[in-house]
């Protein structure tokens, strides 16, 4: 199934100077925005508000002023008919464990809805989906936690949610678990029927899954960026080291069509066209009598956002949008 | 689809009424609940008295089996209020232990799991989550209370040579309103404590210190104060007293020191209060941490 555009007209969630104070705290301070994105990562610090507003948007907190929409839902008037759309993960264990890993899902996707034979079947599907089909009798208690992290993930899944919020799904996985994790994760997306909202404070987990970033810091929105534009922008940046001269070596390259800079000690930056490869370049080099120590391509941009917007303060309720 | 294809995708049959989650919640508690052999055990247990109270009334209403059995002796079994409250009382203290034991089953397992932030991010609210783990044991703790004590008001009814029910139709009205005082409040009591000890055992006890250590300290402060207000603390008398005023029982054989209705009522109702505030309290899906 070929995969959906990355952004639609529809919004996924509208945020309208959203306000809400726990415990005597502001959480989150006036945060407004509109997320279109199929996977929106919610990057931040702890304590920056993620898991606050995954709970805003639950209807868990009730908002101190403005408003969260999910889907053009208000999440104070119409909390039943959000939750009915969304799949939660939640961030920390959350089971019941001496129930087995089917009648788990299966009574949750009642809960959400689903009649009793079709909940049945589809929590063997979703178990199967997420890798729990051969374990799916045992009782979850005797699950490893990368296991308990997967059927928070068939529950979220099993009624068909057009929203699957997912609240840190890779905390405590070892490196194999949470690479099947993103897998998993990647897989949902590229389907393409269930928007995401994966919150993290691990870049690489949104970087591998999301295709827009909301960044919040101190409760207020530090950024929100396409991670898809910013990554192709970045994708044919290259930096070289080499040995030998490099005028006629730079020339070549721009006659290809690259943006290319050279310096005194060797150095040459450049920007590649979708067209051309690095190969080529290796070719040119070749072709050039130029020996190239070392290539680096910057592909990390992620970090970059979000190192920029943790350096600047974030202004209150300012309205963001892509 | 079959279950090997392991792929994803939506649900687009119809969906259930919202109000129809909460029997889901009731209809999964009530297996959690009757899973445990123990349940199986005390339900056993308590049927053991509604059995005798079964024989005594088939006696009662048979001359010649009551001739073979108690050999001429001169015993004479009257089946009346009095009768039918020693069955109430009876059956309300095997309630209490059937509370102690299937409350904490209900409410602690999401508690030890933290299961609530799931189970509440489902379109179902925290009244549905509480009244469908409420309706789970409050049918629990019918069928060992008021429907056997019916049941034994009807085969009375069949049994007895007068016609009997059109006379002592208050028995039956009182039955199954006491009952269903007592076991609305074991449920409430029950489901309060339970959500704020996550152990069930300690659970358990706790349900039945609710209910003994008040008593106890309400008859120690009547006997040194010589006053009756001591047993508003005393849930098994103040529960008798009302019973008996509900099923007509005369005044020579009811407790000596009589409570008013009122203050009855104002107790059981402050108490449920309390289990309102304190399930208010714990059933949540997120602790906010203050400061």
Same mark, same amino acid.
């Given at each position: ?322 | ?90 059956? +309300?203290? /095997?309630? $209490?232990? &059937?509370?102690? %034991?299937?409350?904490? @089953?209900? =409410? ?6 933290? *299961? ?70 074991? +449920?409430? /009591?029950? $489901?309060? &404590?339970?959500? %704020?000890?996550?152990? @069930?055992? =300690? ?6 210190? *609710? ?81």
């Amino acid at each position: 199934m070929p995969a959906r555009p990355y952004y639609s007209d529809v919004s996924v969630i509208e945020l309208d100077g959203l306000e809400v104070r726990l415990g005597g705290r502001t959480v989150l301070d006036g945060l407004s925005g509109e997320l279109r994105g199929n996977a929106i990562g919610l990057l931040g610090p702890n304590g920056a508000g993620k898991s606050t507003l995954i709970n805003t948007l639950l209807g868990f907190h009730e908002p101190l002023r403005g408003a969260a929409r999910v889907f053009g839902l208000d999440t104070r008037r119409d909390r039943a008919r959000i939750r009915q759309g969304i799949g939660y993960m939640p961030e920390n264990d959350s089971f019941i464990g001496n129930m087995s890993g089917v009648r788990f899902v299966r009574f949750m996707a009642e809960l959400a809805g689903l009649p009793r034979s079709e909940a049945l079947e589809r929590a063997h599907q979703a178990l199967f989906y997420v890798g729990l089909g051969e374990v799916r009798y045992r009782k979850i208690s005797t699950y490893s936690l990368g296991m308990k992290q997967l059927i928070k993930l068939a529950q979220a899944l099993a009624h068909g949610p057009r929203l699957l919020i997912l609240d840190e799904p890779t905390n405590g996985l070892d490196p194999m678990a949470r690479q099947r994790m993103i897998q998993t994760i990647q897989e949902i997306r590229k389907e393409g029927s269930i928007r995401l909202l994966i919150s993290s404070h691990l870049l690489r987990d949104i970087d591998e899954t999301c295709d827009e970033v909301l960044i919040l810091k101190q409760g207020r929105v530090a950024a929100l960026r396409n991670i898809e534009e910013e990554r192709r922008s970045n994708r044919n940046f290259i930096e070289m080291e080499t040995v030998g001269s490099t005028t006629e070596f730079c020339e070549r390259l721009r006659g290809l069509g690259c943006e290319c800079a050279s310096f005194p000690d060797g150095r040459v930056k450049l920007v590649m066209p979708d067209t051309i490869d690095v190969r080529d370049v290796y070719v040119l080099a070749s072709e050039n009598n130029i020996e190239i120590r070392r290539i680096h391509r910057r592909r990390d941009s992620l970090e970059d956002i979000f190192l920029r917007a943790m350096e600047n303060d974030p202004a209150r309720g300012e309205l963001v949008r892509l | 689809m079959s279950v090997f294809k392991h792929e994803y995708r939506a649900h687009t049959g119809p969906v259930t009424s919202l109000p129809s989650r909460i029997r889901v919640l009731a209809r999964y508690a009530l297996a959690e609940a009757w899973s445990s052999k123990i349940t199986l055990v005390l339900f056993a247990a308590s049927m053991l008295p509604i059995v005798l109270y079964l024989v005594g009334i088939y006696l009662a209403n048979n001359p010649i089996a009551r001739a073979l059995i108690l050999r001429g002796g001169s015993a004479q079994l009257d089946i009346d209020a009095s009768f039918f409250l020693k069955i109430l009382v009876s059956q +309300s203290w /095997l309630a $209490l232990v &059937l509370t102690a %034991w299937i409350a904490p @089953r209900l =409410v602690s397992f999401d508690l030890a799991d933290n *299961a609530l932030p799931i189970l509440l991010s489902h379109p179902i609210s925290r009244f549905g989550y509480v009244l469908g783990k409420f309706i789970a044991l409050f049918s629990s703790l019918s069928i060992v209370t008021w429907i056997p004590a019916l049941l034994l008001f009807a085969y009375q009814g069949y049994t007895s040579p007068q016609p009997w029910v059109g006379a002592n139709l208050r028995i039956a009205v009182g039955l199954l309103a006491g009952s269903v005082v007592w076991i609305s409040l074991l +449920s409430v /009591l029950g $489901l309060a &404590l339970s959500s %704020w000890v996550k152990w @069930r055992m =300690v659970a358990t006890g706790s349900i039945f210190a *609710a209910v003994l250590v008040p008593a106890g300290v309400g008859g120690v402060a009547s006997a040194i104060l010589r006053t009756k207000w001591g047993f508003l603390l005393n849930l098994p008398v103040m529960m008798s007293q009302l019973w008996a005023r509900l099923m007509g029982v005369p005044d020579s054989i009811r407790f000596g020191r009589e409570l008013p209705n009122t203050a009855i009522a104002a107790m059981l109702v402050s108490i449920c209060l309390v289990c309102v505030v304190m399930l208010n309290a714990r059933i949540r899906a997120r602790e906010v941490v203050r400061g």
